[in-house]
């Protein structure tokens, strides 16, 4: 048996869509209802796929303490966990990005020199990667954690700017926010526990290989 | 009060006696094969420490000040410590160097684990010319986790060094391309991989054929036929020179009884930084359960001015513990001495005690309070001093104290 892992939530649907061009077999996947494990049936070699629904948060941890063999996560939530995790595929979809942004005057200060931008106050729910990110360019941060709302920040007057995924840009523009600097693509990938590829790998071959060829 | 720091962990109970257990049989297996303990020092210098490392396992250094103002960390890496040991107390001609230990470890925990510390066991086998070293400490691997009961156990091996030297020529055209591919490979990111082999321009077609499918040689040793058909293919027939110490490796073991238990990785390069040849995963079965592993590191050897093989392995000894699915570890007899002085519970357990009956003592006034202590310890036996008897608690049988036996087979006096 072969165990995948999916995040639910709005990736859900592009994660199916995946797997049916693939010919993986995908029973019960359009309408899970509240089931979060999932039958999948078995594919021509008779092996059976069976699908654990996590949040997308989750899903490097059911991969990482060999719950699940392979997942389909975002590249935020990969780099965000920190997990030992085996990334086999970019998928393409799901596409959006990292981002700086904040109100249109913030701008200038990222286009001058880095000691304008040390001690910048940050909100994000992407604390580890927004980090890196800002310390890759030597730029030191103070990070406001915040669950969700993030662009609320600026306007209440907590943080100076906000690191999180811009997809339409559409909620930064109702709160006056714009992107002043792009940090990372994002995707759907293919990851894997990189004990399960080395022990089993000749079961996971033909699912990588069918994904790969259909993306 | 009664909280431990975060991170870290005190074990007891089964668990812990069955780590006891393992780690004496493991380090009496190294001994009889020549492997002396090792008690390395518990802070390392981190100058050394975090040269010898690659990055992400630099960042998890867990560093302090010693009193004497020195930087340190607490001891990341038990290997360093060994080569340390060798250059400090040997010359070239007491090489080999066979060291064995059961020590604990340091370090920032990945998440979404949380452990700042674990006890590794293993062995250092330094010094020494020739294959046979590596066939020498993979094989004794085996025969640990055989003699553990972990007979199902798996051991994968790979080789850190074939992407480095496939490509030594090419890196000094392309500036480092074989580092970032050994980065990408030890950090998983498969995908990156790929799309670096594709996107390096100085790379002839049959390099970027075999850099593209190297990853994906994983399996039986069968693999390696396969990886010497892909480099001919790719028309670098001596390149297929560079499988040979993996081979020689899988068939000594194969030779040895192993054959079934043991997986190629080609992908396969242990991300410590500090590996330059073999390197070897074990896990408990063939499902998975990563136990620990090791490998080839001369190059440790050769940046302190020797040059000579050195090769090594450290498993956890929780890890192991928690594979095998501890047993109990009852005493077999309370001993309950009613209003008796002392000293005659304590002749008592001694005289057991040399039989090889584990005993405890129970100073208990009331009988049936020393009785039920006995229950629920598990023990076998409750022995009543006063009267002068031994129960059996599971039968309610009685026999004299000198007629009990141990379960376990103890060693005596």
């Known amino acids: 048996m072969l165990t995948f892992a999916l995040p639910t939530g709005r990736s859900f649907a592009a994660c199916v869509e995946i797997l049916e061009n693939a010919g993986l077999p995908a029973n019960g996947l359009r309408d899970p209802g509240r089931n979060l494990v999932i039958d999948g049936g078995t594919d021509g070699g008779g092996r059976r796929y069976r699908y654990l629904l996590g949040k997308p948060s989750d899903i490097p941890t059911l991969i990482s303490q060999g719950v699940a063999d392979l997942a389909l996560v975002g590249s935020d939530v990969t780099g965000e966990s920190c997990a030992e995790l085996a990334e086999l595929l970019d998928t393409r979809r799901g596409r959006c990005y990292m981002a700086i942004a904040g109100p249109p005057e913030l701008a200038s200060r990222f286009g001058g020199h880095s000691s304008e931008l040390m001690g910048l106050r940050v909100a994000t729910k992407y604390d580890r990667t927004a980090r890196r990110t800002f310390e890759a360019w030597g730029v030191q941060i103070r990070i406001l954690y915040l669950h969700g709302s993030v662009e609320l920040a600026p306007a209440l007057g907590l943080a100076d700017c906000i690191f999180d995924i811009v997809q339409t840009g559409g909620t930064l523009k109702a709160n006056g926010l714009s992107v002043i600097k792009r940090a990372a693509e994002v995707s759907l990938r293919l990851v894997a526990d990189p004990g399960a590829l080395q022990l089993r790998w000749d079961d996971l071959r033909s699912a990588v290989s069918a994904l790969e060829k259909n993306t | ?413």
């Not at chain 2, 780590?19 to 049989?25: A, L, P, S």
């Open chain 2, 1 to 413: 009060m009664n909280l431990i720091p975060r991170g870290c962990s005190g074990i007891g109970g089964e668990l812990a006696s069955c780590m006891e257990d393992f780690r004496n049989r493991t380090l009496r297996l190294f001994a009889s094969y020549g492997y002396n303990p090792f008690n390395p020092a518990e802070f390392q210098l981190l100058e050394g420490t975090a040269a010898s490392l690659a990055l992400r396992h630099r960042q998890r250094l867990i560093v302090l000040n010693s009193p004497f103002g020195e930087p340190c960390c607490l001891r990341a890496d038990i290997t360093l410590s060994a080569v340390s040991y060798l250059s400090q107390h040997f010359s070239p001609e007491d090489f080999p160097l066979r060291l064995c230990y059961a020590e604990r470890v340091f370090a920032a925990p990945r998440p979404p684990k949380e452990n700042l510390e674990e006890t590794q066991v293993g062995v250092e086998l330094l010094g020494w010319e020739g294959a046979g070293a590596d066939v020498e400490v993979v094989a004794l691997l085996l025969r640990a986790l055989d003699r553990l009961g972990l007979d199902k156990s798996v051991v994968v091996l790979g080789d850190a060094s074939i992407v480095p030297r496939l490509f030594a020529g090419v890196d000094r055209m392309s500036g480092g391309l074989s580092r970032l591919l050994v980065d990408q490979l030890q950090e998983g990111a498969y995908y990156d991989y790929r799309r670096t082999v594709d996107a390096a321009a100085d790379l002839s077609e049959g390099d970027r054929g075999i850099l593209r499918e190297l990853p994906a040689l994983k399996g039986s040793a069968d693999v390696l036929a396969e990886a010497a058909d892909l480099f001919g293919r790719f028309g670098s027939p001596e390149a297929a020179r560079l499988l040979h110490p993996l081979g020689e490796l899988a068939r000594s073991l194969d030779r040895l009884g192993y054959g079934g238990r043991i997986r190629v990785d080609l992908g396969f390069i242990r991300d410590l930084g500090y590996y330059s040849g073999p390197v070897f995963n074990a896990y408990a079965s063939p499902s998975g359960g990563l136990l620990g592993g090791g490998g080839r590191y001369d190059r440790i050897l050769s940046d302190i001015g020797l040059s000579c093989q050195a090769v090594g392995f450290g498993l956890r000894l929780r890890d192991l513990a928690l594979a095998c699915k501890p047993k109990g570890c009852a005493t077999d007899a309370l001993i309950w001495s009613g209003a008796l002085a002392a000293d005659c519970a304590m002749r008592c357990a001694e005289s057991l005690s040399c039989r090889g009956v584990s005993v405890e003592l129970s100073w208990k006034l009331e009988e049936n309070d020393s009785r039920a202590l006995a229950h629920r310890r598990g023990c076998r036996w409750w022995v009543n001093l006063k009267d002068g008897y031994a129960e059996e608690l599971a039968t309610g049988v009685r026999v004299s104290p000198e007629e009990i036996t141990s379960a376990g087979g103890a060693d005596g006096c």
